[in-house]
């Protein structure tokens, strides 16, 4: 059975740090698109940030870039979300996916991904 956990949501201060991990079971996640993406009350699900298979065309949406960074540990099976100078709308609940029909990504959109995490709550307090 495939299963993303995702954890490390919490609430923090604007301009503080947290990292959102993401750890897979029933699949190697460096074989896949794996995307991390976010939705605030009232509003649609949007891409945060989207890696190919092997480390491939990383994307960032235009409103984390800087301040967000995508990482992941192979050994672990684990992806990584570090954010950085958080602002107040950086609120929402924060999800993990993966794309598993698909090994190459050139569009951070939600109708690419088939596996989700069950999100993780980040809320930037001003």
């Known amino acids: 059975q495939l299963q993303l956990v995702e954890s490390g949501g919490a609430l923090v201060e604007t301009g503080g740090s947290l990292r959102l991990s993401c750890a897979a079971s029933?699949?190697?996640?460096?074989?896949?698109?794996i995307g991390w993406f976010r939705q605030a009350p009232g509003k649609e699900r949007e891409g945060v940030s989207c890696?190919?298979?092997?480390?491939?065309?990383?994307i960032y949406a235009d409103a984390v870039k800087g301040r967000f960074t995508f990482s992941r540990d192979n050994a672990k099976n684990t992806v990584y979300l570090q954010m950085n100078s958080l602002k107040p709308e950086d609120t929402a609940v924060y999800y993990c996916?993966?794309?598993?029909?698909?090994?190459?990504?050139?569009?951070?959109?939600?109708?690419?991904?088939?596996?989700w995490g069950q999100g993780t709550q980040v809320t930037v307090s001003s």
């Open positions: 996916t993966a794309a598993t029909k698909f090994s190459l990504i050139r569009r951070c959109t939600s109708d690419l991904f088939d596996t």
């Open positions: 029933g699949f190697t996640l460096d074989n896949y698109v």
């Open positions: 890696i190919g298979s092997r480390g491939t065309n990383l």
